[in-house]
């Protein structure tokens, strides 16, 4: 994990394994990150693996989520020979999930936040992250702390979303906030929120004083960004953005990589997620997003982006 200086946020619903190869084609050093996996999902379907993956994804972290530290120890244990590197989602602000004391309702736990570690520590050989917020709200900060009981306890690294629960994804992630992380641990620290440009991962880094990045939505419709900043950080060139043309290039695989995995109809459904991330250069982009998100076959898909493509030429001229 020496030299990862870019991680792939892990995104429930988005970063599948179509999603992961499109930033794989291009980013090769890029830490990928599978959805979340619920711990007690797997001990339940008698580790069935819910999670597809593929061996061209390397490096690959599996991100668990649970509150029973001997599940998330069985649970990492199970993983330990697929992944690369394991991660613990200390940082998830739904309420389904943290009723269950999961996700970002740790932070208000760190002893048991510290015996999970433990115990998942005691049976893996890859290394383990954690992901976490800055702290429950405005009035709970306490990001500082928490990371040192971590590594007291035995990760490897973390991820920051430089956000409180309570914020949820509202207002802007505080990047400088992080800074106060220096000094206070040895492990590295990688700084998450708001990244969508090589532009941002520059100011988030200097900000930040982190060793790293994190990036989850800015990947979405633009999966290269991760080789562009990974291209800056060896060369110290930015390279051109890319094009409507480009974007539609991908996206039109990316729709059949999702029609490949699970059918015309659920796949076609699956990608309506995307097309505002996509097309969002567009003029008039969420009045075709609007048409999109109704259309169900794949052919149709692709006849409209087309269209949207050809005006978009016409238009540019
Ligand atoms: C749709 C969606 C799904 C997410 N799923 C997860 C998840 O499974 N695990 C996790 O740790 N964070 C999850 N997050 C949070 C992101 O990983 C990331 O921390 C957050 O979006 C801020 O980073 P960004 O601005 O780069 O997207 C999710 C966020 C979104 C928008």
């Given at each position: 994990?020496?030299?990862?200086?870019?991680?792939?946020?892990?995104?429930?619903?988005?970063?599948?394994?179509?999603?992961?190869?499109?930033?794989?084609?291009?980013?090769?050093?890029?830490?990928?990150?599978?959805?979340?996996?619920?711990?007690?999902?797997?001990?339940?379907?008698?580790?069935?693996?819910?999670?597809?993956?593929?061996?061209?994804?390397?490096?690959?972290?599996?991100?668990?989520?649970?509150?029973?530290?001997?599940?998330?120890?069985?649970?990492?244990?199970?993983?330990?020979?697929?992944?690369?590197?394991?991660?613990?989602?200390?940082?998830?602000?739904?309420?389904?999930?943290?009723?269950?004391?999961?996700?970002?309702?740790?932070?208000?736990?760190?002893?048991?936040?510290?015996?999970?570690?433990?115990?998942?520590?005691?049976?893996?050989?890859?290394?383990?992250?954690?992901?976490?917020?800055?702290?429950?709200?405005?009035?709970?900060?306490?990001f500082v702390e928490f990371a040192k009981t971590?590594?007291?306890?035995?990760?490897?690294?973390?991820?920051?979303?430089?956000?409180?629960?309570?914020?949820?994804?509202?207002?802007?992630?505080?990047?400088?906030?992080?800074?106060?992380?220096?000094?206070?641990?040895?492990?590295?620290?990688?700084?998450?929120?708001?990244?969508?440009?090589?532009?941002?991962?520059?100011?988030?880094?200097?900000?930040?004083?982190?060793?790293?990045?994190?990036?989850?939505?800015?990947?979405?419709?633009?999966?290269?960004?991760?080789?562009?900043?990974?291209?800056?950080?060896?060369?110290?060139?930015?390279?051109?953005?890319?094009?409507?043309?480009?974007?539609?290039?991908?996206?039109?695989?990316?729709?059949?990589?999702?029609?490949?995995?699970?059918?015309?109809?659920?796949?076609?459904?699956?990608?309506?997620?995307?097309?505002?991330?996509?097309?969002?250069?567009?003029?008039?982009?969420?009045?075709?997003?609007?048409?999109?998100?109704?259309?169900?076959?794949?052919?149709?898909?692709?006849?409209?982006?087309?269209?949207?493509?050809?005006?978009?030429?016409?238009?540019?001229?």
């Amino acid at each position: 994990m020496k030299n990862i200086k870019i991680i792939q946020a892990p995104l429930a619903g988005i970063s599948d394994i179509v999603y992961r190869k499109l930033i794989r084609e291009k980013s090769k050093e890029t830490l990928l990150t599978t959805e979340m996996i619920s711990s007690e999902a797997l001990d339940k379907k008698k580790k069935t693996l819910i999670i597809e993956y593929d061996k061209c994804e390397y490096p690959l972290s599996f991100q668990l989520s649970g509150h029973k530290p001997h599940i998330m120890a069985q649970a990492a244990k199970f993983l330990n020979e697929r992944a690369s590197c394991i991660d613990i989602n200390f940082g998830c602000p739904v309420n389904k999930v943290v009723k269950g004391t999961d996700g970002a309702a740790m932070m208000r736990n760190p002893k048991l936040a510290s015996d999970i570690v433990k115990a998942i520590k005691d049976v893996i050989n890859v290394p383990l992250s954690a992901k976490f917020r800055l702290g429950w709200s405005l009035d709970e900060i306490n990001f500082v702390e928490f990371a040192k009981t971590l590594e007291e306890a035995g990760v490897d690294f973390i991820t920051i979303h430089a956000r409180t629960r309570s914020q949820m994804y509202s207002g802007s992630a505080d990047w400088e906030k992080l800074a106060q992380l220096k000094g206070e641990i040895k492990i590295p620290y990688f700084a998450n929120g708001d990244i969508k440009s090589v532009q941002d991962a520059i100011n988030c880094l200097i900000m930040s004083g982190a060793q790293g990045i994190s990036i989850g939505r800015g990947l979405m419709g633009n999966p290269y960004l991760a080789w562009h900043i990974e291209h800056y950080f060896k060369t110290g060139q930015i390279l051109e953005e890319l094009t409507l043309e480009e974007k539609i290039e991908i996206l039109k695989r990316h729709i059949e990589g999702e029609v490949q995995l699970r059918g015309e109809k659920n796949g076609i459904k699956f990608m309506r997620k995307f097309y505002n991330f996509y097309i969002s250069s567009v003029r008039d982009a969420s009045k075709y997003r609007q048409v999109l998100v109704r259309i169900e076959t794949k052919e149709e898909v692709l006849r409209v982006l087309d269209e949207i493509l050809s005006l978009h030429l016409a238009n540019s001229r």
